[in-house]
């Protein structure tokens, strides 16, 4: 299934159930996402489209400009669940932003840049791919890639196999591999 990353496409998505929530993780592409990588985010969501089967074509690409729009538009935050209004998450601006970015993560099924006008978060259920050489990328993501070294073409096939196997680990549930995954995050 073609992955979009309209408006409607983020209606259908927040319609669609989720039937696994652990299956239901977000996917957090960090690093050099601009240039000859720019469309990993849809390319990704399309791919896991087509091959996650637990899932039957829930992926939605969230770029930045499908997240501004949301954030920008008080009924989309209140069809995630975002409490708008005096008190509460701003119509639009950068805490509407975080907390549109928040809910998308907390729904799960997604797959979002962190960075390029994103609010720096944590992600902690998330599986993180970095796009780049940097330490930084390294040491915080579960996998990175070097763009010089990977045909743009196959880095969301690459990718989307990776995090479909580390989604379908038996292993993940047991807890020496979390208290393994909890120390290296410094928890």
């Known amino acids: 299934m073609t992955a979009s990353s309209s408006l409607s496409g983020f ?11 652990a299956c239901a993780r977000p996917l ?4 050099d996402t601009g240039g000859p990588h720019d469309s990993i985010i849809p390319a990704l969501a399309e791919y896991l489209n087509e091959y996650d089967d637990a899932c039957d074509g829930r992926w939605l690409a969230a ?17 995630l669940g975002l409490k708008v209004g005096v008190d509460e998450v701003p119509a639009d601006g950068a805490a509407a932003t975080r907390e ?3 809910a998308l993560c907390a729904r799960g099924h997604i797959v979002m840049a962190a960075g390029s006008g994103m609010p720096a978060t944590d992600v902690t259920e998330a599986f993180h791919v970095g ?6 990328l390294a040491e915080r993501c579960h996998m990175t890639i070097n763009p010089d070294r990977i045909e743009r073409n196959c880095a ?18 047991n807890s020496e591999i979390r208290t393994m995954e909890e120390d290296l995050r410094g928890e």
Do not use: K, Y
């Open 11 to 21: 209606h259908q998505w927040l319609l669609s159930e989720t039937t696994n929530p």
């Open 28 to 31: 957090m592409v960090h690093g």
């Open 63 to 79: 770029t930045s400009d499908l997240i501004s729009t949301i954030a920008a538009d008080s009924a989309n935050q209140r069809l």
């Open 100 to 102: 549109v970015f928040d």
């Open 131 to 136: 796009i780049g050489c940097s330490a930084d």
């Open 156 to 173: 969301a096939h690459i990718i989307g196999d990776v995090f479909l196997e580390w989604l379908n680990c038996s292993l993940r549930d």
